[in-house]
């Protein structure tokens, strides 16, 4: 019971014990109703959203919750267009017409970021939580400035590279090339710069195979999709292990591993169509191609059934 409860009674039972009404804002008597305290203020929390009181279903009065990627230590204000006469002039044209916004420079350059961020990311279907993850590594390399010099696309087509990457959801960085427009030097300098910053670096996960792979299939529109994800993945797995191509792009491991699986299975793609979809060149897939090879009897799983045999593989 608050304070101001605990010097009211009810003058006809002292003892008796008092009831809040919070709807009306009454303390009444327990036995016999008569209303010792009113106009009472109802100091719990009140759960109630005056934005739209008609149509709105969230009663929430304290609104949206606060987001953590912009510095609110600055309050904005904004001034809109007036409609009454005093906005216009003699010629009924607006006075002012442009609306004043009072923001930092700081969270004018993060938002622009974010936007920027939320375009490219677009372009090639991220998720929220990937693209929450690239604006926060761009404030964090916006804030302790540790990629001057370089450009803004570059830095933000860097920023969703790393974010991909800590998130699980890998792209290769010619992907990240061509919806920022930056340079593959450029990017994997500013993606370097950002790794040696980055508190945690081992947040940035290697890119793992087994991700490309069935983008990559995707892409293509096999036949037999399944079986060729599932015989690549093998493929570039068992590649790593007695092949000699350590050091080698995930990506062209992948597209490699994905055409000799495409040609023991008789699939109808050539190598032009891979480098389509996994952007790696077709003197790549071949160099790579060659050096699995003469290890194709080792790579496949032992229940792949051969449309055309290891012995009739080509040579390229």
Same mark, same amino acid.
């Given at each position: *019971?608050?304070?101001?409860?605990?010097?009211?009674? =009810?003058?006809?039972?002292?003892?008796?014990?008092?009831?809040?009404?919070?709807?009306?804002?009454?303390?009444?008597?327990?036995?016999?109703?008569?209303?010792?305290?009113?106009? *009472? @203020?109802?100091?719990?929390?009140?759960?109630?959203?005056? #934005?739209?009181?008609? &149509?709105?279903? &969230?009663?929430?009065?304290?609104?949206?919750?606060?987001?953590?990627? $912009?510095?609110?230590?600055?309050?904005?204000?904004?001034?809109?267009?007036?409609?009454?006469? #005093?906005?216009?002039?003699?010629?009924?044209?607006?006075?002012?017409?442009?609306?004043?916004?009072?923001?930092?420079?700081?969270?004018?350059?993060?938002?622009?970021?974010?936007?920027?961020?939320?375009? *490219?990311?677009?372009?090639?279907?991220?998720?929220?939580?990937?693209? &929450?993850?690239?604006?926060?590594?761009?404030?964090?390399? $916006?804030?302790?400035?540790?990629?001057?010099?370089?450009?803004?696309?570059?830095?933000? #087509?860097?920023?969703?590279?790393?974010?991909?990457?800590?998130?699980?959801?890998?792209?290769?960085?010619?992907?990240?090339?061509? @919806?920022?427009?930056?340079?593959?030097?450029?990017? #994997?300098? =500013?993606?370097?710069?950002?790794?040696?910053?980055?508190?945690?670096?081992?947040?940035?996960?290697?890119?793992?195979?087994?991700?490309?792979?069935?983008?990559?299939?995707?892409?293509?529109?096999?036949?037999?999709?399944?079986?060729?994800?599932?015989?690549?993945?093998?493929?570039?797995?068992?590649?790593?292990?007695?092949?000699?191509?350590?050091?080698?792009?995930?990506?062209?491991?992948?597209?490699?591993?994905? $055409?000799?699986? =495409?040609?023991?299975?008789?699939?109808?793609?050539?190598?032009?169509?891979?480098?389509?979809?996994?952007?790696?060149?077709?003197?790549?897939?071949?160099?790579?191609?060659? @050096?699995?090879?003469?290890?194709?009897?080792?790579?496949?799983?032992?229940?792949?059934?051969?449309?055309?045999?290891?012995?009739?593989?080509? *040579?390229?």
């Amino acid at each position: *019971m608050s304070k101001c409860m605990t010097v009211l009674a =009810c003058r006809y039972h002292p003892d008796a014990t008092l009831i809040e009404d919070y709807r009306a804002g009454d303390v009444i008597c327990s036995q016999c109703g008569l209303v010792v305290g009113e106009r *009472m @203020i109802d100091v719990s929390s009140e759960w109630r959203d005056f #934005g739209n009181e008609s &149509d709105s279903k &969230d009663k929430s009065r304290v609104g949206s919750a606060q987001s953590l990627l $912009y510095d609110y230590a600055n309050l904005e204000t904004t001034t809109s267009i007036g409609k009454g006469a #005093g906005a216009l002039d003699e010629l009924g044209k607006q006075k002012y017409n442009k609306k004043i916004s009072q923001i930092s420079s700081a969270d004018q350059a993060l938002r622009n970021g974010h936007d920027a961020i939320r375009a *490219m990311a677009a372009r090639i279907n991220l998720t929220k939580k990937v693209i &929450d993850r690239a604006f926060l590594i761009y404030k964090f390399c $916006y804030e302790k400035k540790c990629l001057r010099g370089y450009s803004s696309e570059a830095i933000i #087509g860097a920023c969703i590279y790393s974010a991909c990457r800590q998130e699980g959801s890998p792209r290769t960085i010619k992907e990240i090339c061509d @919806i920022s427009m930056a340079s593959v030097k450029e990017l #994997g300098r =500013c993606f370097n710069k950002i790794k040696l910053s980055t508190p945690n670096p081992t947040a940035i996960q290697s890119i793992d195979i087994k991700n490309l792979v069935p983008r990559f299939c995707n892409q293509l529109q096999l036949e037999q999709e399944i079986l060729i994800r599932k015989t690549a993945i093998h493929i570039a797995e068992r590649a790593n292990e007695v092949c000699n191509i350590q050091g080698r792009a995930p990506s062209s491991i992948a597209s490699a591993a994905i $055409y000799m699986a =495409c040609l023991a299975a008789r699939e109808k793609i050539t190598k032009k169509d891979i480098q389509k979809s996994a952007g790696v060149s077709e003197g790549v897939i071949r160099i790579i191609y060659r @050096i699995m090879l003469p290890h194709a009897a080792e790579l496949f799983p032992n229940d792949f059934i051969f449309k055309c045999p290891i012995a009739n593989l080509p *040579m390229l």
